[in-house]
């Protein structure tokens, strides 16, 4: 493709030179013609005007040669910059649907063994079955959710937003995950204050979720959630007590799939949790927490209240 498009930057290239070639030629001939009228009709003046006509000529070679090389060179390099994003973005595609196919084959596999196995059961077990059926198929749909709402842009997608607070927000959550924290010796301290924002109630609950799975997996006795409003922005942080993130996979982390040794799920849940933040015109980031393990900080755009 790189050749191609260099051909074509070439090509087009070299019509515009022998176009400005010949206007040169021409130009420069009449120059010459003009000097040479006084010995009009003589040999003097065929062999005079045929030399200088023939020393333009080997001029204007001289000078194409070099300038075809740099014109060459300067048309590699931007076809390299042309060519290299949708080289990316194929290969985004290309690991996009491996990646897909990988995740939704075990569903998928799973519920053809199940099926068949179904065939071969009684009314006592077929229903056991069935309801393995129905929930792995679940997990399958979730999956192609989770894999459609990637493949959007931020900027395209039409969130039904409302007026939110998020410290409620965070309460309610936190709410959810108590007896999950209790089981795992882990305490939830919850540290909120007003923080309202214009977003999608659904969405938010989805990425604070996230955070807060997430968290669950890496702390080994607190977790804590903070939120607050911090002049023209509204921030929410979820800060565990795990052995934090390096920070050269900082931003790895928010890749589709991405997951660290040992870790669970399907390495899809802060890739959406980010793609939620974009959407609503704020960020998702990940630090050091100030007592060892990270700190995730959700920035949104806040109402101000006077």
């Given amino acids: 493709?790189?050749?191609?498009?260099?051909?074509?930057?070439?090509?087009?290239?070299?019509?515009?030179?022998?176009?400005?070639?010949?206007?040169?030629?021409?130009?420069?001939?009449?120059?010459?013609?003009?000097?040479?009228?006084?010995?009009?009709?003589?040999?003097?003046?065929?062999?005079?005007?045929?030399?200088?006509?023939?020393?333009?000529?080997?001029?204007?070679?001289?000078?194409?040669?070099?300038?075809?090389?740099?014109?060459?060179?300067l048309s590699y390099v931007l076809a390299r910059v042309t060519i290299r994003p949708l080289e990316m973005a194929r290969q985004r595609e290309r690991d996009f649907a491996a990646e897909a196919a990988h995740e939704l084959r075990s569903p998928l596999a799973t519920i053809a063994a199940v099926a068949q196995a179904a065939q071969q059961q009684t009314d006592a077990d077929l229903h056991a079955s069935l309801t393995t059926i129905e929930n792995t198929a679940l997990d399958a749909s979730e999956i192609v959710a989770d894999l459609l709402t990637l493949a959007r842009e931020p900027s395209q997608h039409a969130l039904h937003r409302e007026i939110l607070d998020l410290a409620i927000l965070t309460q309610q959550c936190a709410r959810e995950f108590e007896k999950r924290a209790i089981n795992s010796s882990i305490a939830l301290v919850i540290q909120t204050e007003s923080a309202l924002v214009q977003g999608d109630e659904r969405r938010l609950r989805e990425l604070l979720r996230n955070l807060i799975e997430n968290a669950l997996r890496h702390a080994r006795s607190v977790i804590r959630l903070r939120s607050n409003a911090n002049g023209r922005f509204a921030e929410l942080t979820v800060e565990d007590d795990g052995s934090g993130i390096d920070a050269e996979i900082r931003e790895r982390i928010f890749e589709r799939f991405y997951r660290t040794n040992g870790s669970e799920g399907l390495g899809l849940g802060l890739a959406i949790s980010r793609w939620i933040a974009y959407a609503h015109g704020g960020a998702l980031t990940v630090a050091d927490a100030d007592h060892g393990g990270a700190l995730f900080r959700l920035r949104l755009p806040a109402i101000t209240t006077r």
Avoid: C, K
């Avoid at 515009?16 to 010949?22: K, P």
């Avoid at 040169?24 to 009709?41: N, S």
């Fill in 1 to 73: 493709m790189i050749a191609r498009l260099v051909t074509r930057y070439l090509l087009l290239f070299l019509v515009v030179l022998i176009a400005l070639d010949i206007v040169a030629y021409i130009f420069v001939g009449r120059i010459y013609a003009g000097e040479l009228q006084p010995a009009l009709g003589t040999p003097e003046y065929a062999r005079a005007y045929a030399l200088a006509m023939r020393n333009v000529a080997i001029t204007i070679v001289l000078f194409n040669v070099p300038l075809l090389a740099l014109v060459g060179l």
